[in-house]
């Protein structure tokens, strides 16, 4: 009996002592990158070793390792993403598993979490993190930021999908690539930062905005992106509507203004019945029409333009490529969501 005793508390504090287990996506990017000695170029690395190199995170959590895809973020685009949001739902149906880390470029960072940010069904913590030092910089930032990422599944702190990068925690929605070479680079703007990562901590900042999710469509419409500046004409945009798109999101001047002769693409592709969506090239503030003269916000929105209220032109078009299956052209319904998301 009493071996059946002692048996009895090995297994139970072997349970108790067991690690919890997080998956860890690698989709490639800069953080699993290496400097070529030839040419002295950045090129993925075909090893995909990066993990190994961390010991640290194993003495943390058991690692379910996932290589999804070893490419530079720059390659990324919607169908990979909607591979690696079903992919993530999958694994992270295992109840053993608590979060997933994704590995990803950072050059699209700030559309690829919020491509999964929207459709992932899972409720548990989702990490992305990177690096903005490849993995031959002898100050390379991606190990840290991995651990980092770790220490933010295990805490009690969950904020659903985040961009966790130099202990900064950043909600999909709001967060954008800043700088080009510092890591420092993910901020939030007048929004905030959700957290802060410090020595096995998370201090929460902020609430994360309220999630809202779509079902991944067999095929996602086509959007196009055109930034006015200063002398454009009207061109480009008549050439886009020619190719038929689901949508064009102009990125306008101010909170939301355009020249007189920008206009005339713009009214070209209305008469089309092509919806046009208009953002700004401003960083921070709402897109509001106000402006009466021709060009100007209010005028656009009374021949027919939309508005993206808080939400620049990348991200307005992350959030059409759901939404505008979702409503089936649905105007009302998408100047509601654009006007309060």
């Known amino acids: 009996m009493r071996s059946l005793f002692f048996l009895f508390l090995f297994i139970s504090f072997q349970l108790y002592c067991e690690k919890p287990t997080i998956a860890v996506f690698n989709t490639g990017g800069t953080i699993s990158e290496v400097e070529d000695p030839i040419t002295k170029s950045v090129v993925p690395n075909s090893k995909n070793i990066l993990l190994k190199k961390i010991p640290q995170i194993y003495e943390l959590a058991e690692i379910m390792e996932i290589n999804f895809s070893n490419i530079d973020s720059s390659q990324m685009n919607e169908y ?14 295992d109840e053993k598993i608590i979060g ?14 919020f491509f999964l940010d929207l459709s992932l069904k899972t409720n548990k913590p989702i990490i992305f993190t990177g690096a903005m030092k490849n993995s031959s910089d002898p100050f390379s930032d991606g190990p840290s930021n991995i651990c980092n990422a770790i220490i933010q599944i295990l805490s009690k702190v969950n904020f659903g999908v985040t961009v966790s990068l130099n202990q900064y925690i950043n909600s999909p929605r709001f967060v954008y690539k800043t700088d080009t070479t510092n890591p420092q680079t993910f901020k939030s703007y007048e929004h905030g930062y959700l957290g802060y990562v410090f020595e096995k901590n998370v201090y929460k ?8 999710h779509f ?21 480009i ?6 190719n038929k798109p689901d949508a064009i999101i102009i990125e306008g001047l101010g909170s939301g203004n355009v020249s007189s002769d920008i206009f005339k693409g713009i009214k070209y592709a209305l008469d089309k019945k092509i919806l046009i969506v208009i953002t700004s090239t401003v960083p921070e503030g709402g897109v509001f029409p106000v402006y009466g003269d021709i060009g100007g916000g209010k005028y656009m929105l009374e021949k027919g333009a939309i508005f993206s209220r808080f939400l620049r032109a990348d991200k307005t078009r992350i959030l059409l490529l759901f939404a505008l299956p979702y409503y089936k052209n649905n105007k009302e319904e998408l100047i509601k969501l654009l006007n309060n998301f």
């Open 237 to 242: 945009i008549k050439f886009m509507a020619d």
């Open 215 to 235: 079902p991944i469509p067999d095929k996602f419409p086509k959007i196009y992106i055109f930034q006015d500046y200063p002398g454009s004409k009207d061109e």
């Open 80 to 93: 990979i993403w909607a591979d690696l949001s079903k992919k993530v739902d999958e694994i992270l149906q």
């Open 100 to 113: 997933a880390v994704i590995i990803h470029g950072t050059d699209t960072m700030s559309e690829g979490s």
């Open 205 to 212: 900042l902020n609430e994360a905005p309220k999630k809202l």
